[in-house]
């Protein structure tokens, strides 16, 4: 069975420093999907970042970029330029690549942002 | 484009009694999951459907829970005779296929208090 571990339950981070979440996985599939949902606590599930397996380019969506090591499995989650609303739950989630799709989730990180 | 619609926000039962969680996916998306989050956790699956189907229900326990996708209507997951236990947030998420690119968006959730 997959699992997904974040060794982090708190991160602390300094506004417009650059914060680094860990996500590590484990699965025996080669086919398979990584994400990254935010929870601020209106309690939203936010999807940030994605990344498919089979892609060996890290994936980036503005300030939000992975550092993805498939020999490692490891899935990491970097903030640049951290803002306020930042502040919120990371969730790492795996999602096999077969059918079934459901979703394997971390039980995730607290980001705190200082101001 | 509405989102996932979940309701109640918030659902309060006494033991003993039944719990009604209701969920409209997108417009256009056919495949619903609910997800179970206990506090200080992270998300766990607990059932996969499509219209008329249970496809996957590995995730919810045998007794008192059962989930349903009719062809008109919202899913709704049915818990009775609740317990102290069942406390939780429960999620929500829609896709349209399973096709591998497709990501899930989720609902804001309904927290369920037993007292």
Redesign the interface.
Known sequence: AQT?T?SQPEMSVQEAETVTLSCTYDTSES?Y?L?W?KQPP??????VI?Q?AYKQQNATENRFSVNFQKAAKSFSLKISDSQLGDAAMY?CAYRS?G??????????TKLSVKP | NAGVMQNPRHLVRRRGQEARLRCSPMKGHS?V?W?RQLP??????MV?LQKENI??ES?MPKERFSAEFPKEGPSILRIQQVVRGDSA?Y?C?S?PT?V??Q????G??T?LSIL
């Open positions: 997904v974040q086919d999907y994400f949902y209106s309690r939203q599930m936010i999807l994605r498919e969730f690549g059918s079934q799709g459901n979703l394997i989730f971390g039980k995730g | 495949h999951y997800y200080e956790e992270g998300l766990k699956f996969y496809i996957d995730g947030a999620f998420a896709s399973v591998r690119t990501p899930q968006h989720f804001d959730g927290r």
